[in-house]
T-cell receptor, first 115, second 112 residues
Framework: GAGVSQSPSNKVTEKGKDVELRCDPI?????LYWYRQSLGQGLEFLIY????????KSGLPSDRFSAERTGGSVSTLTIQRTQQEDSAVYLC?????????????FGPGTRLTVT | SQQGEEDPQALSIQEGENATMNCSYK?????LQWYRQNSGRGLVHLIL?????REKHSGRLRVTLDTSKKSSSLLITASRAADTASYFC????????????FGAGTRLFVKA
């Protein structure tokens, strides 16, 4: 079946503009994660959604970052007033549920460049 | 949350050699997973080892887990140039939340 998809694959934006990044998880997966990865670095956890529960937003770096998940499926990560330090690859992952035994399936990522 | 820390940060070997990467963590886990990342894109799940298992094999991959030392190792035998990638461990806790904190990973370079 289809994997996790993300759009756009690449985004170049000017400093100060808002951007929206989209993630389509695997159908039926109730858990969805957003990560950020700067060049040559590890993954930085941003936010986690599970079903209808309140999301875990503990990783969002500032109030310029927000995310929503509509209808328990598609998720959008929004970055307002982008800064150059926001440049990174933004990765989305989904899993079947909350069990720690479930593996995460990752999308190809969105490479964001803030000029 | 639980973060794994991979060691070494980088590893360069010749094709055909074995590659060993290590992971350490701090608290009790339910299982530990290893992922691979090519070219800075999405991670791919490689293998899962449960807390009551000591060793697991999958093809050329061998994973060990020592819960008393809170460490795991990933061995890739007979490495190939295509194994060049970053490898991350993901220790999964049995309590306290479901988010996964990945470490910085080990960057493996296999020279042909």
């Amino acid at each position: 079946g289809a994997g996790v998809s993300q759009s756009p694959s690449n985004k170049v934006t000017e400093k100060g503009k808002d951007v929206e990044l989209r993630c389509d998880p695997i159908s039926g997966h109730t858990a969805l994660y957003w990560y950020r990865q700067s060049l040559g670095q590890g993954l930085e956890f941003l936010i986690y959604f599970q079903g209808n529960s309140a999301p875990d937003k503990s990783g969002l770096p500032s109030d310029r970052f927000s995310a929503e998940r509509t209808g328990g499926s598609v998720s959008t990560l929004t970055i307002q007033r982008t800064q150059q330090e926001d440049s990174a690859v933004y990765l989305c992952a989904s899993s079947r549920g909350t069990s720690s035994f479930y593996e995460q399936y990752f999308g190809p990522g969105t490479r964001l460049t803030v000029t | 949350s639980q973060q794994g820390e991979e060691d070494p940060q980088a590893l360069s070997i010749q094709e055909g050699e074995n590659a060993t990467m290590n992971c350490s963590y701090k608290t009790s886990i339910n299982n530990l997973q290893w992922y691979r990342q090519n070219s800075g894109r999405g991670l791919v799940h490689l293998i899962l080892i449960r807390s009551n298992e000591r060793e697991k094999h999958s093809g050329r991959l061998r994973v060990t887990l020592d819960t008393s030392k809170k460490s795991s190792s990933l061995l890739i035998t007979a490495s190939r140039a295509a194994d060049t990638a970053s490898y991350f461990c993901a220790p999964r806790p049995n309590t306290g939340g479901f988010k996964t904190i990945f470490g910085a990973g080990t960057r493996l370079f296999v020279k042909a």
